[in-house]
């Protein structure tokens, strides 16, 4: 499986100073994540949990899934896009039972 963390290092360092932009309104992102609009921009420019890349294309586009662990436990993952900006196109909180799952599949290297 490729390694595209470097990839998406060097695209977000080049979109970054235009902005974020959301797919979805913020008032059911942020919720939904447990998280501040702060705290999402900061996590997906300094890249510290992330685990995963995973990379789609789709309608010609193609879409990053950004796959962040915390713990055994925790973990958040981001699809994102970019075009002029950076777009979270969703995110969603990852579980325990599902982490489990990733760790003996997805995540191997």
Excluded: W
């Excluded at 942020?30 to 921009?41: F, G, N, Y």
């Excluded at 949990?49 to 993952?77: A, H, M, N, P």
Aim: net charge positive.
């Amino acid at each position: 499986m490729k390694n595209y963390s470097e990839e998406i290092k060097e695209l977000i360092e080049k979109y970054m100073s235009k902005g974020f932009e959301y797919g979805k309104p913020m008032d059911f992102l942020l919720p939904r994540i447990k998280a501040s609009k702060e705290e999402v921009e900061n996590e997906i420019i300094n890249c510290k949990d992330l685990r995963f890349i995973e990379k789609q294309k789709r309608e010609g586009e193609t879409r990053y899934v950004l796959y962040f662990v915390y713990s055994r436990s925790k973990g958040r993952v981001y699809v994102i896009t970019f075009t002029d900006k950076i777009i979270i196109i969703t995110a969603y909180p990852l579980g325990k039972k599902t982490l489990k799952k990733y760790h003996k599949g997805r995540f191997k290297k």
